[in-house]
Structure formats: structure tokens, C-alpha cells
């Protein structure tokens, strides 16, 4: 089983509409949990991050966190083309003196088309 | 404020040389971690440094080194490169706040011949 696994893509989904990106841990000792946006050919870029359980909102983002069900969602409202890149799930686990350490998704692509 | 910056932006190799990859972080932030991605897949942790110390290693072979230097930049260094080398060399910097936040540099792409 994969530490981090995200749901397979590629997602799809029309201007305006309401793109979810899902993503499941296997390790219970999680405790803070990021999505990153990923342009071809370019570096992540943190989008959002989230540690408690819940909702967090951002403009149009939305992360989603169940620590019991060890699953974490992204939800992309008013879906514009520009959104259209690899989504990595990042989970960070507290342990020794590692803060650095992301263990990541393999991502999923979502294209927004018109 | 100036980004994480990593150099050099490209670089090309033939098996069995050496590379050195290079990384100034974040102004203020005293932690540099860097990972590898392969195309198609997410990036890998391979170090982390925080005031000149490893505090991490994933799961790398020993061909794979770095160190941190008293300005807080770093280097990756890797010898004997295989054509399983070739990736995207990811350089991050955090504050290593409670929050875990990391802010990604553009990059260094690898490709070994």
C-alpha cells in the first residue's frame, strides 16, 4: 500500500463547474496535510494546507480533512482552464526532528476545458 | 523578497559523472530539503538540513550526498549517475515552523546520457 495515494486521473471537468480531488494516508501519525499545484514543466506551488479536522476555504479552494477516515480532498469551485495542472497530496508526519519531510501523492491531472 | 533559487536551471551528464546542484533558500529560513521527481510521479524526499545538520535522509543510495552551509544555501551532490538519475531536482525551503510549510524552488532538470 502506498503511503499517500491520490485518486487517478486523468479528471476532466468543464468551466465552472466543481473539480474534487481526492487523496487517502496510510500513516495515523499524520498531522499536516497540503496540496500543491504543479504546471508542466514547472515547480509545485502550495496552494493550500490543513491540519485539523474540518474545512478550510481559500477563495475558490476548499481543503477537506477526515483524520479518522485518513482522507483529505481538494474541492476547485468556478473551475477556471488556468486551473488546469498536476494536483500533488502532500502529508507530513510528526516525527523525530524531520519538519522538512513531505511524503507525496503521484499527483492528478485535472484539465478544465471551455 | 526573493524565492527559493536553485542552480544550474538545466544540465545534461553521460553516465558515471559527477553533479553538484545548488540552492539558496528563502531569506530567514533555515532548513533546505530537496527531492527528486520523475516524470509522471510525485517528488521523493531525499535530505533535509536544518542549521548545517541532516535531520532526514529518504530512501537513497549513498551516491547521494549534501551539506549546508553557514549562509543557510546547500548542494546536492551526486556521483556515479546512472540514466535512473535523470529527474527534476527539487530544492524546498521552510521556516520549520509547527505548520511544515514548504516553498519549492524552480528546479534543477537533470538529464544523463
Known amino acids: 500500500q502506498k503511503e499517500v495515494e491520490q485518486n487517478s486521473g486523468p479528471l476532466s471537468v468543464p468551466e465552472g463547474a466543481i473539480a474534487s480531488l481526492n487523496c487517502t494516508y496510510s500513516d495515523r501519525g499524520s498531522q499536516s496535510f497540503f496540496w500543491y499545484r504543479q504546471y508542466s514543466g514547472k515547480s509545485p506551488e502550495l496552494i493550500m494546507f490543513?491540519?485539523?479536522?474540518g474545512d478550510k476555504e481559500d477563495g475558490r479552494f476548499t481543503a477537506q480533512l477526515n483524520k479518522a477516515s485518513q482522507y483529505v480532498s481538494l474541492l476547485i469551485r468556478d473551475s477556471q482552464p488556468s486551473d488546469s495542472a498536476t494536483y500533488l497530496c502532500?502529508?507530513?508526519?510528526?516525527?523525530?526532528?524531520?519538519?522538512?519531510?513531505?511524503?507525496f501523492g503521484q499527483g492528478t491531472i485535472l484539465t478544465v476545458h471551455p | 523578497d526573493a524565492g527559493v533559487t536553485q542552480s544550474p536551471t538545466h544540465l545534461i551528464k553521460t553516465r558515471g559523472q559527477h553533479v553538484t546542484l545548488r540552492c539558496s533558500p528563502i531569506?530567514?529560513?533555515?532548513?533546505v530539503s530537496w527531492y527528486q521527481q520523475v516524470l509522471g510521479q510525485g517528488p521523493q524526499f531525499i535530505f533535509q538540513y536544518y542549521e548545517k545538520e541532516e535531520r532526514g535522509r529518504g530512501n537513497f543510495p549513498d551516491r547521494f550526498s549534501a551539506r549546508q552551509f553557514p549562509n543557510y544555501s546547500s548542494e546536492l551532490n551526486v556521483n556515479a549517475l546512472l540514466l535512473g538519475d535523470s529527474a527534476l531536482y527539487l530544492c524546498a525551503s521552510s521556516s520549520l515552523n509547527p505548520t511544515g510549510e514548504l516553498f519549492f524552488g524552480e528546479g534543477s532538470r537533470l538529464t544523463v546520457l
Open positions: 490543513i491540519y485539523s479536522n
Open positions: 502532500a502529508v507530513r508526519s510528526i516525527g523525530g526532528t524531520s519538519y522538512g519531510k513531505l511524503t
Open positions: 531569506s530567514g529560513h533555515k532548513s
